[in-house]
């Protein structure tokens, strides 16, 4: 049985004060202890940016390499050790502007790897840039007059990479968080768990609409599967489809009853539900936050073994000596 | 009738459209030469477009083989040439020998043909100036070829695509080649298809007879078999097929499994074909997103524990040096084979150069040292690729492989190696002696080597990366004293790997005034050259590079030793530039840049005049 503790390795956090990051951290050690992998068995693997420090704060196998291509060394190693657990640590750059590229072909291929997506919506390691997720219009550094392109959501390119796993939670909403990280540590394939942070040097108040716990009641709805898709301080608003549309009701009114709510079922293939709950925007739409798609598909790194043993059973050649005898040969 | 020529070696170049199936005639042509008993070279050389317009000088596919005894080169010059069509012929005239062979199909040179090629009269021969020097071989090998199938109820298209069986038969017979042999060969290669080997044997057999029946009034060959090759079995193997097998043996050998992370990319694409149908063997070989994550997947088996491999040309390499540079940084084994072609940028993809040194030598950010290592022929990119792979994993280094398009696509015989006898790996694994308190700067102390632990290990658990580490700690670190003590022992691990390696050899005439100097492909032609020199009474020494960096330690001695030292290379003087750095005295240069091998009459009469 493995603590919190056996996951911290002795480095100083070095994140800045306030920083969402630390909480994800905490939350990350708290879940791994629960899932009880060895931490000898586990790599991180990490590309650049603020949250790409997280593999020194662990206490198990760690890398942190280059800005971007953490996704295609997970891969690498995954597929050549499939024994291993692999965790990635990533940021919105990282993951979805230098990266974007191994990122939709991790998730495409479903190599069993679990990505912690940090989304502060800003470059904080370069001081203060816009990200691909930082909104139309926003003013950084490199955007004096505001941005003027449109961002992405993170779980557009997964859904449309044909993912498998994709949950949110908040940096300070530790129990969400938690069991986002085990739901995508049970989940075969690339779960991608997008964690809302907050910078409080060059993005403060990033997620402020959901910061405060009074607010995040009713502004925000924690999927779970197989349960109504209920939310609110006073648990009594609910989802509906209207149409193509999710609207939000309220329970007792214009004869609403529980039984009228949607039921989430994360496992359904078929992703456009997931699709509309995922793009839930404020303020007339809850943001939707928990485990939004968790489906079974082949992964990868499976798959590749599976051929190798395939392949193996079958082929006559099992030495280099067999390799040489199939070529076309003669004495001299 | 003329009586059989005897000779020692002969070269044949096969030409026609890229669609005309030259590529197998060349390769049949090969293979049956050396099952007769003679070494062979070959020298593929086609276009980068999959189907050029037909019949135009764009489209011209040709395959070289020379073969005979004392081979080190597909030859300078044709004896024998097989022209398809006035396209053909008009790229490869200038290979024409004095009275050599030309074999053309005559139902090609109609007037449409002849316009596309662009001649401006309807007399070719005149026109390329070879009517009085060549012997012209006229047959009508499309008419021919369609008599010969009539019966077979093919389509029209399917039949013409059978006429480059007719020319082997003129050829096999030209060359005393017998037929069982051929349609041996034909057998395996139409093994799934028995109606295409019927109807391809059908037409190889006629076009044997028809010359036979013709006694063609012309030369035939006899050519003298290898006499000082090792006994054996042998083999014909490219060089790009050569460097997969090298791989395997080595993970083989070092107990780790192999991995490859590539992207496709001509002229190196058949590493990766090569070693993804290796699954039988345990390989583990994928094709990834990009050259980038060709690397960085490499680099994680490396993190891993396997002996992980990348393959790519130029373009590929400019993309992977900031990962390349992660692997030097975290002191990781990685092989990364770069078959080099003519650049900048796309530059010529299916063409020979070797222009990727200096890129391959410094092109990181920062001070980054790698092992570069350079094949010399088609079948040591075996033995090289085996080497770079001992090399990364017995020093916890990057190592690059250079081989290039003339290596990778040109082959060669290959005597069968006994996996046994090669070296022993012994990868730098961290044992019981290093677990307390094992980081990511654990390392031998007297050779810098680190040790390497990967995840699944007990004990061993360490953080890794890009950032520069403290020397004692690995933690974090930017001091500027300790960076540079840093950077001197990632400088000096490198440096170290020279104890181990053989001594640079000197060919030809030891006590010369002058040494030629090559590195990896041109190797066949300067030995050629240089033996052709002191043949005719110039004396000429020559010392070929292998290991580039670090250089045999004895490198040195034998580069100050010469009155003159010549540098010959395929790219404007990089091997030159880099050898002033290191052993610094006078170099000439002799550069070629064409996308083409050097000719050994180019070496020798420029050699002549130093």
Known sequence: MFTNKDYKSDQAVRWCPGCGDHAILNSLQKAMAEIGVAPHQIAVISGIGCSSRLPYYMNTYGFHTIHGRGAAIATGLKTAHPEITVWQATGDGDCLAIGGNHFIHSVRRNIDINVLLFNNRIYGLTKGQYSPTSPKGFVSKSSPFGTVERPFNP?????????????????????????CMKAAALHKGTSVVECLVNCMIYNNGAHSWIASKEDRADRTIVLEHGKPMIFGKDRNKGLVLDGWDLKVVTIGENGITEKDILVHDAKCQDPVLHYKLAMMQAPDMPIAMGVIRDVECECYDEAVANQMAEVQAKSKVKTFDDLLGTLEQWDM | MKQAENCKSVVIRFCGDSGDGMQLTGTLFSNLSAILGNEIATFPDYPAEIRAPQGTLGGVSGFQVHVGTGIHTPGDEADVLVAMNPAALKVNAKVLKPMSVLIFDTDSFGEKEMEKAGYTTDNPFTELGISETVQLVPIALTKLTRESLKDFGMDAKSVDRCKNMFALGVICWLFNRPLDKAIHFLGNKFAKKPALLEANTKVLTDGFNYSHNLHLNISTFHVSEADDLPHGRYTIIAGNKATA??????????????????????????????????????????????????????????????????STSGPGLALKSEALGLAVMAELPVVLIDVMRGGPSTGLPTKTEQTDLLQALYGRNGESPVVVIAASTSDDCFHYAYMASKIALENMTPVILLTDAYLGNGSALWKLPNINELPEIHPHIATEAQREGFKAITRDEETKVRYWAFPGMEGFMHRNGGLEKDYKTAAISTSGVNHAEMVKMRQQKVQQV?????????????????????????????????????????????????????????????????????????NNGQFATYIRSQVPREYLQYNKIEGQPFSVGELVEHIKTL
């Open chain 2, 245 to 310: 097998f090298g791989l395997v043996a080595a993970g083989i050998r070092s107990g780790r499994q192999l991995f490859l992370g590539s992207y496709p990319i001509t002229p190196a694409t058949d590493i990766l074909q090569e070693l993804a149908a290796r699954k039988d063997l345990g390989v583990k070989a994928i094709q990834v997103e990009d050259e980038i994550s060709g690397m960085c997947t490499a680099i994680g088996a490396a993190f891993g524990g396997d002996l992980a491999v990348s």
């Open chain 2, 498 to 570: 020279a104890n181990s390696l053989p001594e640079l050899k000197v060919f030809g005439n030891q006590d010369a005034d002058t040494l030629v100097v090559g590195w990896g492909s041109t190797y066949g032609h300067l030995l050629s050259a240089v033996n052709q020199l002191n043949a005719e009474g110039h004396p000429t020494a020559f010392a070929h590079f292998n290991y580039i960096c670090p250089l045999p330690k004895n490198a040195k001695d034998v580069l100050m030793k010469y009155k003159k030292v010549v540098v010959c290379e395929l």
């Open chain 1, 155 to 179: 779980a557009e390119l997964l859904l449309g990479a044909r993912g498998t796993f994709f949950a949110r939670t908040l940096d300070v909403d530790l129990p969400t968080s938690q069991m």
